[in-house]
């Protein structure tokens, strides 16, 4: 019983680490500008205000609603709690988001984090 006690916990913290759908992860702080695309005849975007939020830092967005925290796993955004919980994201890259639909697929509406003048 010794022996088996350390190696329980051992196994046990190895499962931590890692997370269904990826490693956890956390997204740059920023404005997440939101839109759904234009075409060639009009603007490339049309903005859509009430759905951008903002990163503030780890897990805690902020939206006009209010706040709320959000749970990233590989490349799958989750808000878990405040205005936009239940929403979901598929994070293209760093800056890109693109929301998804109740079945878990991609919809028009794209999420793009405005760089600070001091990222460069």
């Given amino acids: 019983m010794k022996h088996i ?5 051992l196994a046990a913290a190895g499962s931590a680490s890692a997370a269904p759908g990826g490693k956890i ?3 740059m702080p920023g ?3 939101c ?4 075409d060639a005849s009009g ?5 859509q205000a ?17 706040r709320g925290t959000y749970l990233l796993t590989g490349d ?15 994070r293209i890259s760093d800056n890109f988001l693109r929301k998804r639909d ?10 793009v984090r405005k760089r600070s003048s001091s990222e460069g």
């Fill in 43 to 47: 603007p490339a975007g049309y903005p």
């Fill in 76 to 90: 799958v955004l989750v808000m878990t709690a405040g205005p936009k919980r239940g929403q979901s994201f598929h």
């Fill in 35 to 38: 839109e759904l695309p234009g």
């Fill in 5 to 9: 006690v350390p190696l329980l916990l």
């Fill in 31 to 33: 404005d997440y500008v």
């Fill in 50 to 66: 009430d759905e951008g939020f903002s990163i503030v830092n780890g897990s805690i967005y902020r939206s006009a609603e209010g």
């Fill in 102 to 111: 109740a079945a878990g697929a991609d919809t028009a509406l794209r999420c």
């Fill in 25 to 27: 992860d956390s997204l």
